[in-house]
C-alpha cells in the first residue's frame, strides 16, 4: 500500500505565495519522480512541475519562473513553492508519483488533491 497526502491549500490574494507539501509512505522501493497537476473546474488535468532521480525539474510554461518543485529524498516529500499567483491559477492540485515497491517497475500513484483558491 501506498499513500500521497497533499497539504498546503487554501485561499490567498493574486500576487501571494503557497507552498504545498506531498508526502508518500507506505511499501516503497523507490520513486522515480514526483510531480504536481492541477484540474481546473471544465478543463483537463494538466502537468504544472516534475521533479524525477535522474534529471532536473520540468515545468509547464504557464507556471515557469513562478513556481519551484523540490524534493526531500530522505522523507519521500515533494514541494511546490508558489510565488506570484494569479486568478487563473485556481485549481484542485494533485500530486502524483510513479512508486518502485519492490518489483523492479514503477507503478503510478495519485494523491486526493487540494484546492489552491487565488481570488481577491
Known amino acids: 500500500q501506498v499513500q500521497l497526502v497533499e497539504s498546503g491549500g487554501g485561499l490567498v490574494q493574486p500576487g501571494g505565495s503557497l507552498r504545498l507539501s506531498c508526502a508518500a509512505s507506505?511499501?516503497?522501493?523507490?520513486?522515480?519522480?514526483m510531480a504536481w497537476y492541477r484540474q481546473a473546474p471544465g478543463k483537463q488535468r494538466e502537468l504544472v512541475a516534475a521533479i524525477t532521480s535522474l534529471g532536473g525539474p520540468n515545468y509547464g510554461d504557464y507556471v515557469k519562473g513562478r513556481f519551484t518543485v523540490s524534493r526531500d529524498y530522505a522523507k519521500n516529500t515533494v514541494y511546490l513553492q508558489m510565488n506570484n499567483l494569479k486568478p487563473e491559477d485556481t485549481a484542485v492540485y494533485y500530486c502524483n508519483a510513479e512508486i518502485d515497491q519492490g518489483t523492479g517497475w514503477g507503478n503510478n500513484y495519485w494523491g486526493q488533491g487540494t484546492q489552491v483558491t487565488v481570488s481577491s
Open positions: 507506505g511499501s516503497i522501493s523507490r520513486i522515480y519522480a
